[in-house]
């Protein structure tokens, strides 16, 4: 029973919503009434309505978009014959469609947006071990220390920051260069 309510209450606000769009206005009537709608639009805005009155707002707005889709799909394409003018005004229309279109899938997004969720910092007792991982190969010993240096000052609880240099010191040159013994040095006074 509650399902066929439904059914019936969205298909008469459906066929409402299809008279209210192709009604035939003169231009001062819809004037009227997309600067009333408009007005509607940001008295909730101002008002920071929320809930029901974010979408009663929503709602005003999409049917300004869907009036001028019913004119522009009407009343301004050009005839098919003419396809000099057909063409660039089709494209045209096409662009305005896909517009539209992102329109439609942006309010999803916007109707009923998910609450902030609460930040992690504020409970640093459930932070995760971080490891952070240094790779090198034939670095400067001061490029080297000022690295380490700039991993240890991140700013995360000092308890759970683990700073691992990975060099294995194999290189013909850091074997036989005695500034790996000073890179080892500088890196262990920055830690």
Not at 13 to 35: G, M
Not at 61 to 84: A, C, F
Not at 90 to 101: Q, R
Not at 150 to 161: F, G, I
């Amino acid at each position: 029973m509650r399902k066929a309510r439904s059914v019936f209450i969205w298909a008469v606000v459906s066929l409402c919503l299809i008279v209210l769009i192709t009604l035939p206005v003169n231009l001062q009537t819809q004037l009227i009434t997309s600067i009333t709608v408009v007005t509607v639009m940001a008295l909730i805005k101002v008002l920071k309505g929320e809930g029901t009155w974010r979408l009663v707002a929503l709602a005003f707005g999409t049917s300004i978009v869907l009036r001028y889709v019913y004119w522009r799909t009407t009343n301004t394409l050009p005839p098919v014959n003419q396809p000099e003018n057909f063409i660039p005004g089709l494209l045209l229309y096409l662009a305005e469609m896909y517009s539209v279109a992102m329109l439609a899938l942006s309010l999803f997004i916007v109707a009923t947006p998910l609450p902030p969720r609460p930040s992690r910092a504020a409970n640093p007792g459930r932070l995760p071990h971080v490891d952070v991982f240094v790779p090198s190969y034939n670095e400067d010993a001061g490029l080297l220390g000022n690295t380490l240096a700039a991993a240890k000052a991140m700013d995360y609880p000092a308890e759970k920051l683990h700073v691992w240099l990975l060099d294995d010191g194999g290189t013909l040159q850091k074997r036989n260069s005695g500034k790996l013994l000073e890179a080892q040095a500088a890196a262990a006074r920055h830690i």
